[in-house]
């Protein structure tokens, strides 16, 4: 009897043991807020880009210095007019859109100065004033803007979503998820938006495109305020990557704080 006992806890720690280095070789997803991890299906398929790492965003750079952050374990900086240095590298920026096929995910934790006009992320041609591709927040007329480009049409498309008084006068996270022909939309703890646009959306950046995170090519707008996370994933979500159920900064009952 003992015998077989040992024998079948054995089996159960050989079990454990599998499952824990399955856990180990899966991809996260991170959440903001409570301690928790959405698993991804293991697939070389799957890629996820760190933008301010990509730019080395750091306090050393002229118009940066660190922010007090929403999220203990990660750092945050404050991003002021004279930050210039937001553009990918060539090399990496083709790496990114020749993995992105008919999806594409951006996740940003940021706090945007109000009153202003910050595109997250820009995708462009060299000397082109429109966007291939941008994500931006609009505070002075409280919405957030898709500019993108349809397979086979050389004009520029948007949609747009309503921005709550909330954002701008705190940290905002924000998810914008796109898959074929809809645009999925997540802000802070608001229920998720979708649109239906007008077509594919044309992911196949030109080898001589450029990438930007928080400034356009030429400078007419950028990102004044903080940012925590800015991340690229070339797959669509289906969720908000972050808990509402716990968070009292961005709950459903927030409001915000009365004037005078």
Known sequence: MAFEWRASMAEVVKGLLLLLLAQQSAAWIPF???????????????????????????????????????????????????YTNG????????????HLLSDVSCFFVYRQVNGTV??????????????????????????LQLIYRLKGDRR?????FPLSDKVGLTWTRLLVSISGTQVKV???????????????VDLLLP?????????????????????QTAKLFN???????????FDDQFGPDWKPPLIG
Do not use: Y
């Open 32 to 82: 903001i807020g409570e301690e928790s991890h959405k698993h991804l299906h293991p697939t070389t398929q799957q890629g996820e880009w760190d933008l301010l790492q990509l730019v080395s965003l750091n306090e050393s750079q002229e118009g940066v210095s660190l922010s007090a952050t929403p999220h203990r374990n990660a750092s945050a900086f404050v991003i002021k007019e004279a």
């Open 87 to 98: 553009r990918v590298g060539h090399d990496i920026t083709h790496e990114i859109f020749s």
């Open 118 to 143: 910050a595109p997250l992320i820009t995708a462009t041609m060299p000397g082109s004033s429109k966007p291939w591709l941008q994500i931006n927040s609009d505070l002075r007329r409280r919405r």
């Open 156 to 160: 520029t498309h948007r949609t747009t």
């Open 186 to 200: 997540w802000v802070n703890c608001d229920g998720v938006v979708k649109r239906q646009l007008d077509g594919a």
């Open 207 to 227: 080898q001589e495109g450029l990438l930007f995170f928080s400034h356009e090519q030429h400078f007419k707008n950028r990102l004044l305020g903080a940012v």
């Open 235 to 245: 797959f669509a979500m289906s969720s908000r990557v972050w808990r509402c159920n």
